[in-house]
């Protein structure tokens, strides 16, 4: 348990379907992080929130939509995806800056686009 | 633009041996430098955070070390156990610690009772 939960842990869904995966943190850390991870890929970064405002987009398909609604949810919503977007999504938090920025990740959602 | 490396991609060890692990990344202005574990499937948990002044941190049976003008860090496992294998990840914040991080491809450890 790192204090970032994700939801759902899977996910199968259609290229049509709308769908959104949730992230919640009991750390009071300020700073939230969506990556994707792809097989064979370093992790790559999604959106950065903070201080619940968006401070990078890191040339994300307009597929994807982030919302933070306050320093401890972080959802991604989901419309008309790919399956090459079936991939783990991990949600991240940390302190932004500070002496001791460090990281702490949910478990992920195993997304499957069919 | 920060690049992290990893070598080897992939190990495999007998039981009790102690082990290296290898990251080079090429913008030597970290702010700090931090090793996760990934099992098969799952998130990733934090193992160690080396700040940027720090030349190593300890937890356990796990050593980091951090070169910053070589752009090098290592993370040693003393005395392996099957339990310890996993997918290691090295990951660095560049500049300020409001950056995001920038991750390595892993090692696939496997360590063979």
């Known amino acids: 348990e790192t204090g970032v939960t994700q939801t759902p842990r899977h996910l199968v869904m259609g290229m049509t379907n709308k769908k959104s995966l949730k992230c919640e943190q009991h750390?009071?850390?300020?700073?939230m992080y969506w990556y994707k991870q792809s097989a064979k890929k370093p992790l790559e970064l999604m959106f950065v929130?903070?201080?619940?405002?968006?401070?990078e987009n890191n040339s994300v398909p307009s597929r994807f939509s982030p919302e933070c609604p306050n320093s401890s949810h972080l959802f991604l919503h989901l419309h008309t995806l790919q399956p090459e977007d079936s991939a783990l999504y991990l949600c991240?938090?940390?302190?932004?800056?500070?002496?001791?920025?460090?990281?702490?990740f949910g478990q992920g959602t195993r997304l499957t686009v069919v | 633009k920060q690049e992290v490396t990893q070598i080897p991609a992939a190990l495999s060890v007998p039981e009790g041996e102690n082990l290296v692990l290898n990251c080079s990344f090429t913008?030597?202005?970290?702010?700090?430098l931090q090793w996760f574990r990934q099992d098969p499937g799952k998130g990733l948990t934090s193992l160690l955070l080396?700040?940027?002044?720090?030349r190593e941190q300890t937890s356990g049976r796990l050593n980091a070390s951090l070169d910053k003008s070589s752009g090098r860090s290592t993370l040693y496992i003393a005395a392996s156990q099957p339990g310890d294998s996993a997918t290691y990840l090295c990951?660095?914040?560049?500049?300020?610690?409001?950056?995001?991080?920038?991750f390595g491809k892993g090692t696939r450890l496997s360590v063979i009772a």
């Open positions: 991240a938090s940390s302190h932004a800056g500070g002496v001791r920025s460090e990281a702490f």
């Open positions: 750390l009071g850390h300020n700073a």
């Open positions: 929130y903070n201080f619940k405002e968006q401070t």
């Open positions: 913008d030597s202005a970290i702010y700090n």
């Open positions: 080396i700040q940027s002044s720090q």
């Open positions: 990951a660095v914040r560049t500049n300020s610690g409001n950056t995001p991080l920038v």
